[in-house]
């Protein structure tokens, strides 16, 4: 009986973590803003219930002595390392205790809460489908809300407690008012175009099958978030999101290549690249091309020219990065250097993490999540899988252009929903808990 009420419990709070990221932005602002001092305290909930449920899975394994098992498991061991790795840098960094404190909450939370759905659907695989279920609403609610916000105020989320000492209410490209930024319930506009790419990559796969393309209109509940998730994805108007789900469709185009034979392969690309010539001339020119596109309209007001500061933030990334080689310090770089008298800003997931980590700490990440990619390619015949994968590639082209994985919700489910599909059938990490699992 104890076993059992201890598992429900740890099960709740990693569905409740799934569930709740969706809203972290707008929760935390809204106490916030009404009680400052319990400002960075509930900034931190989620990381907080994440390290109870990883000592009740401790005392768990060890209940069912089971603890034996994880010597084996070698993502255990690397998710362990790029912990212990980010601790001693952090113990060894010049830099404040606020912004190691926080910085350590930032590097580790995805991969610890990844570990923590793994470890505990290896052993409870009955629990996935209430994962999936729980990130079928989350998604359901913050793409709706995104639709909504078509027809809200632009300010609206002012009444929440947004504002330029919190979180912007509304953003806009480049400080012009008629391009206004869906930023629905995540911290800005590129975190929900990241978001929307995932939930309509995961959609398509979905629908892709072709029982349920025939009954396509049945599906409503997919529907609905496609169509959500094209209109969030295009009105955030994140060009790393768009980027990167052009890249998706290139790989999805190479892996079905074999369905087709020659004459229809070049037929296809010729017109794809047909069309987005016609597009470009279309688009070359308006207002749309200025201002989303290339941001190059120098009469929107803004004090800086976007591409130039991206520019000038991948340069001094990765001069830093080859400069030191043991990264600058965890809690260096992002949000969390905010809490030090030196902030710094670097736009590239992968800069982010040397800069916090070193070269080693990049290289243990790049393993981690290539490892998580090819399992998930050696598995495609699943659509869980295969949405996962090419996600997972266009998250990792946003990286090229911002820190995706420091995102709260961004990182947060797609880590937890990677550990819920290697968790509940082995993945290939470990040995599969007895025979049904496997």
Do not use: C
């Not at 207002?287 to 120098?298: G, I, R, T």
Request: hydrophobic share 50%; proline share 3%; glycine share 10%.
């Amino acid at each position: 009986m104890k076993r059992l009420r201890l598992q429900h419990i740890i099960a709740w709070i990693l569905l409740v973590i799934m569930g709740l990221v969706v809203f972290h932005a707008p929760l935390t602002v809204f106490i916030e803003s009404r009680w400052p001092f319990a400002g960075d305290g509930i900034k931190a909930w989620k990381e907080l219930m994440l390290a109870v449920a990883l000592i009740l899975l401790v005392i768990d394994y060890y209940r069912r002595r089971a603890l034996a098992t994880l010597r084996n498991d070698w993502v255990v061991w690397l998710v362990g390392v790029y912990a212990l790795l980010h601790i001693a840098t952090s113990l060894l960094s010049p830099v404040t205790q606020g912004q190691a404190i926080a910085g350590l909450m930032i590097d580790l939370r995805y991969v610890a809460y990844f570990i923590a759905i793994y470890l505990f659907l290896k052993a409870y695989p009955v629990y996935r489908q209430s994962f999936f279920k729980v990130l079928l609403i989350g998604s359901g609610i913050v793409l709706g809300f995104a639709v909504l916000q078509l027809v809200l105020p632009h300010d609206f989320l002012k009444y929440v407690g947004y504002s330029s000492e919190t979180i912007q209410p509304y953003l806009t490209v480049d400080n012009n008012p008629d391009y206004v930024r869906l930023q629905s319930t995540l911290r800005g506009p590129n975190p929900l175009g990241a978001y929307a790419l995932t939930a309509l990559i995961g959609v398509a796969v979905y629908l892709n099958d072709k029982e349920r393309f025939k009954s396509i209109l049945s599906h409503k509940k997919a529907v609905f978030i496609g169509i959500a998730a094209i209109i969030a994805l295009w009105f955030s108007y994140s060009r790393s999101a768009i980027l990167g789900g052009l890249v998706v469709l290139v790989v999805a185009a190479l892996m079905v290549r074999r369905r087709f034979s020659l004459k229809k392969q070049l037929i296809t690309i010729g017109g794809v690249i047909l069309a987005g010539i016609i597009a470009i001339g279309l688009l070359r020119g308006t207002s749309f091309w200025h201002n989303v596109v290339v941001h190059d309209n120098p009469s929107t007001g803004a004090s800086t020219d976007s591409n130039r500061g991206h520019a000038e933030s991948l340069y001094d990334g990765f001069s830093r990065m080859m400069n030191q080689p043991f990264g600058g310090g965890v809690g260096s770089t992002g949000s969390a250097s905010l809490y030090g008298d030196k902030p710094l800003i670097i736009e590239n997931q992968y800069l982010f993490v040397a800069h916090e980590a070193g070269w080693l700490g990049l290289a243990l990440f790049i393993v981690l999540f290539v490892n998580v990619l090819v399992t998930s390619w050696r598995s495609r015949h699943d659509w869980r899988h295969l949405a996962l994968l090419l996600s997972g590639i266009g998250l990792a082209v946003i990286g090229l252009m911002q820190p995706v994985w420091a995102d709260d919700t961004v990182a947060m489910v797609w880590w937890g929903v990677a550990g819920v599909l290697y968790g509940a059938k082995g993945g290939g990490y470990g040995k599969p808990t007895n025979k049904k699992t496997a």
